[in-house]
């Protein structure tokens, strides 16, 4: 049966075929001819091209929203709503990522469509003796010391699974991040057959479900694990411990979605119901969640190995940092997850309202390791929401050694915002496991868009950095961010957050409301408050 979304082309080459049926009958319908052929030529060419995967999809149709957009600017502006407005992604943002992906021109004419004397409004200081800068390469080493250290790039694929996305999203990802030499994170789906084509750096997520590594009843299986980890092609191990979007949910994939290529990945039967669990059940404290990364990286053979976490309750995370201090079992990087995160699927309320922000998630994970002098050991990532050059530096300034993305590489792609991604109706084919509509996405040039994207975004960091007469990222400070906190003061980063002198909370408890109240109930042994931790939760922090 023809898909409902080729039905007006369809419909277009029916009347093409009655005008010039009655052609000599009627002289006036060759102007319906002309018309309607002209149109299915269109429509026709729409579906052999392999650019644009929405005009694919919906030959003719797909160009009826470009030219509202074409000709809308003002009307969107003034009528509809601003270019600026982030919902969740604003217009700006995702024109800067289609213009990069595609290595066209992306610059602004006419200054700035932003209110620079509205609150929050965010820039950074230049620098009167700009830094000549001759690349955009930056890295950095994460687990230095260990068998198999990795230099990074400071921009990568934040996790998105196989299953989340199509197989020809995790193609042209990957492709890209094997062209411009950064990591494609597997999400908790695994290594899918799609994630090895091209050979780009993996980082291999590992969920409470342990796809790829877990026995038949779901739990951890090492030798599972130690043959997906120890691939040449994986170069980092990260244990998921929630996520932005929705932490402390676990997940349920139902039956018809397990196809075989997906129970392959994951390592589950074909045609039934895959479970993911809300917790782990390989570890239940916080030393026994260090010891499991510990036993993660020697399987692997000596790979960086940490864990991505999205911080909700403050005396665990804390229990996690004093077990670090306790057994001196560290891990090589933390991956810090922003509630304003995306995902396929989750509820409104988790959407919403779980979940600490990306920034002061950061700054309180960089605060604890920083006060148990444990900073320069343990390397941090941080997600959420960051698209542009700007976004990166305001991130690394609050502390993070490296940025991860997942809707801006989405965007790369070809996504469009339609936030259809749950109902397996994407339109670009990124988010979707219909073979029909995943076929109008063509890895190979939508990879060059991600390797393009990755490129050009690195640009515009070294180009903020050379302005502001830094060399590379790791010398951005909250120094060099300022906000506007109301219409007549203004402040620093540095001035605006607390920070936490380095080794201070060996000798004492910060003058923050969130250390004075949690750090000295939180323990290693536990993730558990304490009932003395409850008490002065509720009466300090009304």
């Known amino acids: ?24 009958w009627s002289p006036n319908a060759g102007v319906g001819v002309a018309a309607f052929g002209t149109l299915s ?54 024109a800067i990522v289609y213009q990069r992906a595609k290595d066209v021109l992306d610059k602004r004419p006419f200054g700035t469509q932003r209110d620079v004397y509205s609150d929050k409004y965010e820039w950074m200081n230049h620098s009167l003796q700009p830094a000549p800068l001759n690349t955009h390469d930056f890295r950095i080493t994460i687990g230095e010391g260990r068998a198999q250290p990795y230099s990074a790039s400071v921009f990568n694929i934040s996790a998105m699974s196989f299953g989340s996305l199509s197989a020809n999203a995790i193609l042209a990802l990957n492709r890209g991040a094997r062209q411009g030499g950064f990591y494609h994170d597997t999400g908790e789906g695994s290594i899918s057959r799609h994630h090895r ?15 790829g590594c877990r026995t038949d009843d779901g739990h951890f299986d090492a030798d599972r694990f ?16 929630s996520q932005g979007a929705k932490p402390g949910q676990g997940g349920i994939l139902p039956a018809a979605k397990v196809s075989a290529e997906i129970a392959e990945a994951r390592g589950v039967p074909q045609g039934v119901e895959c479970h993911s669990p809300a917790a782990h059940s390989a570890f239940s404290t916080p030393i026994e969640l260090l010891q499991f990364v510990d036993r993660l990286r020697e399987l692997s053979g000596g790979k960086p190995t940490g864990f991505k976490l999205a911080i909700g309750h403050p005396w665990e995370w804390f ?15 933390i991956v810090v997850d922003g509630g304003e995160g995306g995902t396929g699927a989750a509820p409104l309320e988790f959407t919403d309202h779980v979940g600490a922000p990306m920034r002061e998630a950061l700054l309180l994970v960089h605060n604890t390791l920083t006060g148990l002098d444990l900073r320069p050991k343990v390397r941090i990532g941080a997600a959420g929401k960051i698209v542009t050059a700007f976004d990166m530096a305001r991130t690394l300034a609050l502390g993070a050694d490296w940025c991860n993305s997942a809707r801006g590489f989405m965007f790369s792609l070809g996504c469009i915002q339609s936030q259809s991604c749950h ?5 670009t084919g990124v988010a979707t496991q219909d073979p029909g509509r995943q076929a109008a996405l063509d890895p190979d040039d939508k990879g060059t868009r991600v390797f393009n994207f990755h490129r050009n975004t690195l640009v515009a960091l070294r180009d903020l950095l050379a302005a502001a007469g830094l060399h590379h990222p790791s010398e951005l400070g909250p120094e060099h961010i300022i906000r506007r906190v109301s219409s007549t003061e203004v402040r620093s980063l540095a001035k605006l957050h607390h920070f936490v002198a380095p080794g201070q909370l060996l ?3 910060p003058e923050h409301p969130v250390f004075q109240v949690f750090w000295n109930q939180a323990r290693a042994e536990t993730f558990a408050a304490p009932a003395k931790a409850r008490e002065m939760q509720a009466s300090k922090l009304q």
């Open 197 to 211: 084509v091209h050979g780009g750096d993996l980082v291999w997520e590992i969920g409470s479900g342990y796809f």
């Open 1 to 24: 049966m023809l898909p409902s979304r080729y039905l007006p082309f369809a419909g277009v080459l029916l009347l093409t075929v009655v005008f010039t049926w009655a052609l000599p």
């Open 423 to 427: 109902t397996d109706r994407c339109p």
């Open 41 to 94: 030529l269109l429509g026709l060419w729409d579906l052999l091209q392999r650019k644009h995967a929405l005009r694919r999809n919906f030959p003719l149709t797909a160009r009826f929203r470009y030219l509202l957009e074409s000709i809308g600017p003002e009307i969107r502006q003034y009528f509809i709503e601003s270019d600026t407005v982030e919902l969740p992604f604003s217009r700006q943002q995702r």
């Open 226 to 241: 130690a043959a997906n980890a120890r691939d040449p092609q994986v170069k980092m191990i990260e244990l998921k411990l």
């Open 319 to 333: 229990a996690i940092a004093k077990a670090m201090k306790q057994t001196g079992l560290l891990p090589d990087f």
């Open 507 to 509: 000798a004492e408890v």
